[in-house]
């Protein structure tokens, strides 16, 4: 039996790397930008990252644990989606402003 | 049967007090009086038919059970009848029936007419639960009741800050004996296994030594001084004058204070065994009797020199039992319930004859206008100053024979006893002269009247008891002897002398009220120059300080000790402590405060972080 992997084999090696450079793009996005909506969509692509990496672990292991997660986790992300896009836009309206940095009001 | 009787001797007064307490104040004048009255009377009635039986014959004694009270100890609470219960129980219902009646009249517009009866009933309940309980456990709780009653009752008029003061004090020094007394009754259950009287007396003479016996018999000597005002506990009786005049005859006088009297009696078997104690018992009584006699002579407020009176006679009693002549003790208990209820109900209707006077040098005269109250109070002066054939003569002088039969040093306490006969008739006169006697001192605007029927009517039953009283227990016809003798039997009670020398004795304490009465004649009806001045007055009249004493050493010293509690432990530790922890939490928030940057993407990077820092750990530990 020969290796018959080879460099353009998509293994579940190359998801996990997929899904860990998108995390790291959006843990980014979330440290680095100051508009709320860039922000939330950088949280966004966090999330699915991950979704990325449950599917692939739960195909590669044959568990049906990992393609459920997935589920769960979309259904948060739309109830967060909701929620937070209302609590933005609430602010904007009141502020004029997305940028979290002039959200300072809880400041110890 | 019996036993429904017996319960219901109990039972009716304290249905009485639950009555009144609820609906006293509806009841109002003189229905509340009528109710408490009937109560108490109706219990006497029960408690005479149920001790027929002792009369007849040696009927046994009766232990009627009601409830198992506490299972693991194995006390029960029971009653106990016997001819010494019998005897103190209808002592306490016929003399509390009396004065009840005496009530309706005394207390008559009294704002608090349904809670004074409601108390009266209350402690004549207790008092017979006390005088009933067949073991320590149901005696410790009728001790408590009635000492509750006696707060209660004192403080009665309590927007009167003395009475309130004296009911405090009352209820203070009555705690001191009370612990000494409960201590007692712990080290009876922790000797014997059980608190029942009939196991522990009938065991203590193989189980119990003489050390042992000696320390709780002086543990059970320090409730009876505290609850019978011996000394050093006597100090709250004088001040318990404050109450109304029918609770000094009636607990303060007739049967509250004999509580020690009767304990120390009903546990002869234990102070058998412990010669020692009984001689500290004989010894404290002679010292109270000639102590607080003394201290009577001068004291200018009728009430006062009644509860002086009261203690020294208490003395008496004490010096009885402690001589182990406990007939003699309880004999003298009983007429003193009937001359003393006497005296206070009589000097209550002259109190009430004058507007509330109390100060004996603003009375005088009093013997034509209030004919009654004079003949009655007569009686009983002549019968607590001995002289035959009153009842006070019998009892005092069988104590006294008694205790000199013993010989040795006990020869000294009868000595104490004669002199202190000798002052008690002169005291006793002093007030007799000073306030039915002599010119009309009265305070301007006052005109004495004789008090109504109901209020007489007990004083001339009582009049007739002082008077034939002491004919239930003669040298020859020892009846109350006889009727007693189930309850002692087993123990060795002194011996009177006979003959020729029982007849001279009773002629010397006999001649010593006479001395005493002439005495005092000279000196307040023939001089009517007693001003009563001088230091030796001013020591007698203030108590030789003893109770100025207390004030200052106890009081004072426990004021001291709780106003530094307050204002050091409490203030500065406790409220200290507390303080210091919220300035503490508060400083550790202002500190923390500054960590809440405002900044979301700070906080993003703490999560980060933290996250980072859980995978990292995870990993270390080769989790996976």
Redesign the interface.
Known sequence: MTDVTSWYTVTPGWYMALAAILFIIG?SG???R?NALV?FMSVELMLNAVNLSFVAAGRELNLIEGQVSVFFVMVVAAAEVVVGLAIIVAVFRRRNTAS??E?????? | MENVLISLVVLLPLGGAVVLLAAGKRLGEPGAGIIATGTMAASFGLALVAALDFLGGHAPARVVTWFDWLPALGVDAELLWDPLAALMALVVTGVGALIHLYSIGYMKGDRGYGRFFAYMNLFGASMLILVLANNFAVLYVGWELVGLCSYLLISFWFDRPTAAAAGKKAFVVNRVGDAGFLVGIMLVFSTFGTLEFGHVFESAPAELGTGLATAITILLLVGATGKSAQLPLYVWLPDAMEGPTPVSALIHAATMVTAGVYMVARTGALFELAPVSAGIVATVGAATALYAATIALGQRDIKRVLAYSTISQLGYMFMAVGAAAYVAGIFHLMTHAFFKALLFLGAGSVIHALSGEQDLRRMGGLARLMPLTFGTMAVAWLAISGIPPFSGFWSKDEILAAVFQRGGLWTVLWAVGLATALITAFYMSRLMYLTFFGDRRWSEGVSPHESPPVMTVPLVVLGGASLVGGLVNTTWKPVLEHFLEPAFEGLQPAVLPGGLNLFLLALVSAGAGLVGIVGAADVYLRRKAAREEGPVWDLLRGGYGVDDLYARVFAGGGGALTSFAAATIDEKGVDGAVNGVARLTGWLGSRLRLLQTGFVRSYGLAVLAGAVALLAWFLSRGAF
């Open positions: 843990a979330m440290l680095l100051r922000m979290v940095d959200l300072v009001d809880l400041k110890g």
